[in-house]
T-cell receptor
Framework: DAGITQSPRHKVTETGTPVTLRCHQT?????MYWYRQDPGHGLRLIHY???????DKGEVSDGYSVSRSKTEDFLLTLESATSSQTSVYFC??????????FGDGTRLSIL | AQRVTQPEKLLSVFKGAPVELKCNYS??????LFWYVQYSRQRLQLLLRHISRESIKGFTADLNKGETSFHLKKPFAQEEDSAMYYC???????????FGQGTRLTINP
């Protein structure tokens, strides 16, 4: 499981509040990713990182920002949460040409 | 643009019957394809990657470049195969994956 820990595992919050999700890895993998999983859409890439302080947008980046100040942590922030951001969020990591490995997910509900 | 299509959102078969989950892709470069499986409320796990040509849990998948397909097959389904299955394409030279919409497989006793 590449030593991936996502926190929190569950969160319920209100529209308009800021939310930060954390992904922590212990494998020293270079690449880290944030996806959202929604019925009928599969997994869609939000942002990814290819090194410390090196990040780029994915397919559905609007309304999200990320930061990676050290190799092991990749933070996903919703500056002002909206109900459309209710989803299950997965972090993944990868090293070299190896397949991506996923965390357990964070179930986020925006009321 | 690159795309992965899994035409069946839901697939239901009886235990012991053959299973085929379809995956088609659109990509101009040299594709690298994966199948991931997600059991109920668990993390995604890698099931197969085409370059390894392994058989995992009885599943196999062959890349057909002519038909741009990477269908997942198992000759005799088991109840524990019930899960969500995702096909994914890795973009050449990048470490990004493009996922299909997923197929929920249910194996009936």
């Amino acid at each position: 499981d590449a030593g991936i820990t996502q926190s929190p595992r569950h969160k319920v919050t209100e529209t308009g509040t800021p939310v930060t999700l954390r992904c922590h890895q212990t494998e020293n993998h270079r690449y880290m990713y944030w996806y959202r999983q929604d019925p009928g859409h599969g997994l869609r890439l939000i942002h990814y990182s290819y090194g410390v302080k090196d990040t780029d947008k994915g397919e559905v980046s609007d309304g999200y920002s990320v930061s990676r100040s050290k190799t092991e942590d990749f933070l996903l922030t919703l500056e002002s949460a909206t109900s459309s951001q209710t989803s299950v969020y997965f972090c993944a990591t990868a090293s070299g040409n190896q397949p991506q490995h996923f965390g357990d997910g964070t179930r986020l509900s925006i009321l | 643009a690159q795309r992965v299509t899994q035409p069946e959102k839901l697939l239901s078969v009886f235990k012991g019957a053959p299973v085929e989950l379809k995956c088609n892709y659109s990509y101009s470069g040299s594709p690298e394809l994966f199948w991931y499986v997600q059991y109920s409320r668990q993390r995604l796990q890698l099931l197969l990657r085409h370059i390894s040509r392994e058989s995992i849990k009885g599943f196999t998948a062959d890349l057909n470049k002519g038909e741009t397909s990477f269908h997942l097959k198992k000759p005799f389904a088991q109840e524990e195969d019930s899960a969500m299955y995702y096909c994914a394409l890795r973009i050449q030279g990048a470490q990004k994956l493009v996922f299909g919409q997923g197929t929920r497989l249910t194996i009936n006793p």
